[in-house]
Every structure is written in C-alpha cells, then in structure tokens.
C-alpha cells in the first residue's frame, strides 16, 4: 500500500507486498488539545519507555490519552483491539524501540 500526501510525496507500506492498494493520508489536526489520542505499543522491548515520555507530553498538550498494546511484534494488530483503537481515538502513534 502506498500513501500519497499534499507534496506528492509517496511513502510505501511494507506490511503487505502481495496486493497493491493506494490510500490518501488523512490531514493532521491544528492541535491535540482535546482530542483523544491512541498509544500503540507493538511489544517490542523497552517501547513503553518511549510511550510513556509521549504521554507526558501529549497530556501536557491537553491531550486525552489511551494506551493500546499488540500481543507481539511479529503479527499485526488483531481486528478487534484495531477497532477499539479505530473507535475511541482521533489521532494514533504506532511506537516501536529497539
């Protein structure tokens, strides 16, 4: 899949090589403020450390925020905790460490 945003510039998702599918980037918001926000820890060893400096900040940011975590790395989200995520957040960060 592959994202296009308003420079043209395109960005190429390497989750799923066997179909190709275009997809349009979804504009930022002004601010955070207000919003909920969604913290997607992958598993991956010390992520949490990561996530927990960005919900510091993001609550500083008047932020409202959830943190979500994936049973593993190696897989993707299951469809059910994605549509939590979908559901309950306006704006989602997908932290990784390693």
Known sequence: MSFVNTNNTVLLDPTNERRVATMERVGRPESLRGLTVGLLDISKARGDVFIDRL????????????????????????????????????????????
């Open 55 to 98: 919900e510091e900040r993001l609550s500083e940011m008047g932020a409202d925020v959830r943190r979500y975590k994936k049973p593993t790395f190696t897989k993707p989200a299951p469809v059910d905790l994605r549509h939590e995520i979908a559901t309950h957040c306006q704006v989602v960060i997908e932290a990784l460490a390693d």
